[in-house]
């Protein structure tokens, strides 16, 4: 484990706990060691925090490119194991450098619906993820966050953020835009069963 990771671990996960009654459910859904996505949800800019305090191990992600620009902004992003990545085009270098990640087995955490959406739903889910996983032959658990929208209303109402984690879903073996768009909607299916399952609760 990386020492920012640790150290953010060490003084954010008391915080949230007592302060939003952070929960992580399911992380034993996570596997232990080798290359592993987690595919989730997409509501807010803490969602990656708040995955990787659900974590025991490091957790890579994705950030728009735009946040690296800022010297300063960029040590800090790259402190915490963020990727840069161009939105709205096919962004080689960034594949590459997930590619790569995956090989040397650590856990790389994706929005299958890029951006973000308060209902905590996954509409219209994007074929990358599908294809990362099928290309890298990584599991992918999939992930659903929930009280996230907004930190200041969750605090005031007392709403529970909460991070649960799915059993992992192994990739299709194929390596046509469909097959890698129907791998990416079962992903996204799947974390739409998981917030079912918590606002069920």
Same mark, same amino acid.
């Given at each position: 484990?990386?020492?920012?990771?640790?150290?953010?671990?060490f003084?954010?996960? #008391? *915080?949230?706990?007592?302060?939003?009654?952070?929960?992580?459910?399911?992380?034993?859904?996570? #596997?232990?060691s080798?290359?592993?996505?987690?595919?989730?949800?997409?509501?807010?800019?803490?969602? #990656?925090?708040?995955?990787?305090?659900?974590?025991?191990?490091?957790? +890579?992600?994705?950030?728009?490119?735009? *946040?690296?620009?800022?010297?300063l902004?960029?040590? @800090? @992003?790259?402190?915490?194991?963020?990727?840069?990545?161009?939105?709205?085009?096919?962004?080689?270098?960034? *594949?590459?450098? =997930?590619?790569?990640?995956?090989?040397?087995?650590?856990?790389?955490?994706?929005?299958?619906?890029?951006?973000?959406?308060k209902?905590?739903?996954?509409?219209?889910?994007?074929?990358?993820?599908?294809?990362?996983?099928?290309?890298?032959?990584?599991?992918?658990? #999939?992930?659903?966050?929930?009280? =996230?929208a907004?930190?200041?209303?969750? @605090?005031?109402?007392?709403?529970?953020?909460?991070v649960? @984690?799915?059993?992992?879903i192994?990739?299709?073996?194929?390596n046509?835009?469909d097959? +890698?768009?129907?791998?990416?909607?079962?992903?996204?299916?799947?974390i739409g069963? *998981?917030?079912?399952?918590?606002?069920?609760?």
């Open positions: 484990m990386s020492r920012p990771f640790r150290v953010s671990r003084f954010l996960r #008391p *915080l949230v706990s007592v302060v939003w009654g952070f929960r992580a459910n399911g992380t034993d859904a996570i #596997p232990a080798g290359p592993v996505i987690i595919a989730s949800n997409h509501i807010s800019n803490w969602d #990656p925090i708040l995955v990787s305090l659900g974590c025991r191990r490091d957790v +890579y992600f994705m950030a728009k490119e735009e *946040l690296f620009r800022n010297p902004a960029a040590a @800090f @992003f790259g402190a915490v194991n963020a990727v840069p990545i161009r939105r709205g085009v096919l962004d080689r270098r960034a *594949l590459r450098a =997930a590619s790569e990640l995956l090989r040397d087995g650590n856990i790389l955490l994706m929005f299958p619906g890029g951006t973000r959406d209902s905590g739903e996954v509409r219209d889910p994007k074929s990358g993820v599908g294809f990362i996983a099928c290309m890298n032959e990584a599991p992918v658990v #999939p992930a659903c966050i929930t009280g =996230a907004s930190l200041a209303r969750s @605090f005031i109402n007392g709403t529970k953020l909460e649960t @984690f799915g059993s992992p192994t990739p299709s073996k194929t046509s835009i097959g +890698y768009r129907t791998f990416s909607q079962r992903i996204a299916d799947e069963r *998981l917030k079912l399952e918590v606002d069920g609760r």
